[in-house]
């Protein structure tokens, strides 16, 4: 052991000597043993409640699922109009995220690393792929995702996992000022007339159903974005006809 190391040992137990030492002897050893156990025991659950971080969807336990916890992290990329991929950062700042600790922006370093998140509630156009033809304002939802929210810090409630391992969820982005309330991700969508309320197997509102008709409504009366079509076709009615022109 170096002289450093030593010094630094000594110190330490000084330190514990000292604090022991302070204490009256009216006090119960038991009692100072039980509140070092508590305290420990709140540690532990504070820790894995609030400050473990989420890789993937492999640690997502159901304390995480059915909208019971809120996880905040960043954007890393984006690659539908209706999902992204999510790298948790539990803590925020005040766990070092930002100035301690940094999200990787390399895919090697990425991989596994991440949520895959669906947004709850809506469905966006399709884009190609698969060899199935892209929809009408596919780009475009596609393009004001990504805009608005990728490399961006946003919150995500997550409610259930589904058949391809993403996880759909809720989400907010920040304003322009910091200050004001999140904008959720799924109700802006609606609001711009680049998705519809998701109405298929598997859905989740939360409690914000009510909201996204009348957001829905509102666009369609508009006929902005995909509501300016003359014979708009649904997303999953997309998906059927190109699966019953191939079989």
């Known amino acids: ?3 450093t190391a030593s010094a ?21 050893p038991y009692l100072i043993t039980s509140l070092i156990f508590g305290v420990g025991i709140a540690g532990s659950v504070f820790y894995r409640k609030r400050l473990r971080r989420i890789p993937n969807v492999e640690y997502l336990t159901p304390n995480s699922l059915q909208g019971k916890r809120v996880l905040k992290g960043k954007v890393t990329s984006v690659g539908d109009s209706d999902n992204f991929r999510f790298y948790h950062t539990p ?3 005040w766990a070092g995220w930002g100035w301690l600790r940094h999200v990787p922006t390399g895919s090697k370093e990425l991989k596994n690393q991440t949520l895959h998140i669906r ?9 190609a792929h698969f060899g199935m033809p892209a929809q009408p304002f596919s780009k475009e939802s596609l393009e004001w995702l990504r805009k608005e929210v990728n490399g961006k810090t946003v919150l995500v409630k997550p409610y259930t996992k589904d058949r391809y391992d993403r996880v759909v969820s809720m989400a907010w982005y920040p304003r322009f000022l910091p200050f004001l309330p999140k904008k959720n991700v799924s109700l802006q969508l ?37 509501w300016s079509q003359e014979n708009m076709v649904s997303a999953a009615e997309h998906k ?7 079989e």
């Open 91 to 93: 803590g925020g700042i």
């Open 190 to 226: 609606l609001k711009v007339g680049y998705a519809q309320i998701y109405r298929q197997h598997g859905f989740e509102y939360g409690d914000m159903l009510d909201e996204f008709e009348r957001i829905e409504t509102k666009a369609k009366r508009r006929k902005i974005g995909i």
């Open 240 to 246: 059927k006809q190109y699966l019953r022109k191939k």
């Open 8 to 28: 630094a040992s000594s110190s330490t137990v000084g330190i514990i000597k000292f604090a022991f030492s302070s204490i009256p002897d009216s006090v119960s």
């Open 1 to 3: 052991m170096t002289s």
């Open 119 to 127: 947004l709850a509630g809506i469905d966006a156009p399709e884009g």
